[in-house]
């Protein structure tokens, strides 16, 4: 496992105290908890591109900018993500409902290996950016803008849900050869003394660059 999969597992840590804000603190006016993902959405055979599956080559290292994922409305700036003193990885500004962070000592999205994405389900006011990311896909595209110009376009291989206590780090965030990306929030199962109870993780790779 390389040093970009050990930092990034500490994660977790850093975003478990902000999952299901809004759902708690509003009681009463809760509709519903985010989508989860169907059970058809996970892997059929593994980690790693369906067969078939276009990979494109990676790119070279760029800070990326902006997120897209037309299918679930989602359009975001993103900011990097470090450590904080604990190890854990810092998470966005909750106050802002659309914005995305990436884990800034680790891989850009686009470049060989495994990048990591990850944003907040909702915060006190409401739904955050990913909402609605239990509810992608396989196939679905993502699409992030890059310091550099270019926008590398992800295929969605498989959204998954693991409990907090059996989150698999290396399925996770194991590198790979090719350019790799996780979408990460809160999900999973939903009490109102203790907001969701595991992390939906979305699987990509990259297909195509504009």
Not at 96 to 123: K, Q
Not at 181 to 205: D, K, M, P, S, W
């Amino acid at each position: 496992m390389d040093r970009t999969a050990l930092k990034a597992r500490a994660w977790l840590a850093g975003i478990a105290a902000l999952c299901g804000l809004w759902l708690v603190h509003n009681g009463a006016a809760v509709r519903t908890v985010a989508p989860q993902p169907a059970t058809a959405e996970a892997f059929a055979a593994g980690p790693g591109p369906r067969p078939g599956t276009r990979v494109a080559e990676p790119l070279r290292p760029s800070e990326p900018v902006r997120i897209r994922i037309p299918r679930i409305g989602v359009d975001a700036p993103m900011t990097g993500l470090g450590l904080g003193a604990d190890g854990s990885l810092e998470a966005p500004p909750a106050r802002d409902r659309n914005l995305a962070g990436w884990f800034e000592d680790g891989t850009r999205p686009g470049a060989e290996g495994t990048a990591i994405v990850a944003g907040h389900v909702d915060n006190d006011e409401g739904p955050s950016v990913f909402y609605a990311l239990g509810s992608l896909k396989k196939g679905a595209r993502v699409e992030i803008d890059r310091g550099d110009g270019r926008t590398a376009v992800f295929s969605v291989d498989a959204v998954e849900v693991y409990d907090k206590d059996d989150f698999p780090d290396d399925r996770v965030y194991d590198a790979t050869r090719h350019a790799s990306l996780r979408l990460i929030t809160c999900g999973g199962g939903f009490t109102r003394e203790t907001g969701y109870q595991g992390n939906v993780v979305a699987y990509a790779h990259l297909t195509e660059v504009r």
